[in-house]
């Protein structure tokens, strides 16, 4: 465990998440909803006797927009959340500090190894519900999932624009945020990433207005991600 120092400089601080700047390296933090436990091995840091978890925007695309200067991802405390794709819940567990107590995150994913690893990884966190199932059957998770303040798409599939957009017509409130980070080669490997995250764009505007568009270089190569909401 570390403290936050003085030579650490802030360069974003919101309610959700605090950017900050070390030897001009930025480093983003999410308050611990579980002091004193790790998800990934990441870093705990304390500043007044709070606790913060280190996210890594490497091992996660929803940091990588944020530290590519995105201020807003449109979560809040106590949202609840639709999060598909959610892997071993490296960002998952950051998303469940950031709607806290009061919020629920629905973590879905369609591999059982992963699905394990994330019921391992987040014990403690009462407000994950690990769900085993494929994105693409919305009936089958329309007995088990609620209305959504926000859904969070990280799906590596040809067809995961689809996936999306199925998820919102069946899940998402009216007011609601809807979350796609692209992966260009999972659609299609003989076109230029831009192509596609144009086509994608494109695609999307018909339906919705877009918040924010980034691509998550260097953190993430060959992705973008798009924050949108109805018109």
């Excluded at 926000?150 to 199925?166: G, N, P, R, S």
């Excluded at 945020?177 to 999972?186: D, L, P, T, V």
Aim: hydrophobic share 40%; glycine share 4%; aromatic share 10%.
């Amino acid at each position: 465990m570390i403290s936050l120092r003085f030579n650490i400089k802030m360069i974003t601080k919101s309610k959700i998440f605090e950017v900050y700047e070390e030897k001009g390296r930025k480093k983003l933090y999410t308050l611990n909803l579980t002091p004193g436990r790790r998800v990934y091995d990441e870093q705990l840091v304390k500043q007044n006797n709070i606790e913060y978890r280190e996210w890594d925007a490497y091992g996660s695309k929803l940091a990588a927009i944020i530290l590519n200067g995105c201020k807003n991802i449109f979560l809040r405390k106590s949202d609840v959340v639709l999060y598909l794709g959610s892997a071993s819940g490296t960002t998952a567990s950051h998303v469940s500090d950031i709607v806290g107590k009061g919020g629920l995150v629905f973590a879905v994913d369609v591999a059982p190894r992963v699905m394990r690893d994330l019921v391992f990884n987040c014990e403690g966190r009462k407000n994950i519900a690990p769900i085993l199932a494929d994105a693409n059957h919305t009936k089958e998770l329309m007995e088990r999932i609620s209305l959504v303040d926000v859904i969070y798409q990280d799906i590596a599939q040809k067809h995961q624009v689809d996936i999306f957009l199925k998820n919102i017509n069946a899940f998402l409130k009216k007011d609601g945020y809807a979350i796609i980070a692209i992966k260009a080669r999972s659609i299609d490997v003989t076109k230029y990433p831009k192509q596609i995250f144009k086509e994608v764009r494109e695609r999307l505007e018909k339906e919705f207005i877009i918040v924010d568009y980034r691509t998550l270089e260097p953190y993430q190569k060959d992705h973008c991600m798009f924050i949108c909401k109805n018109k």
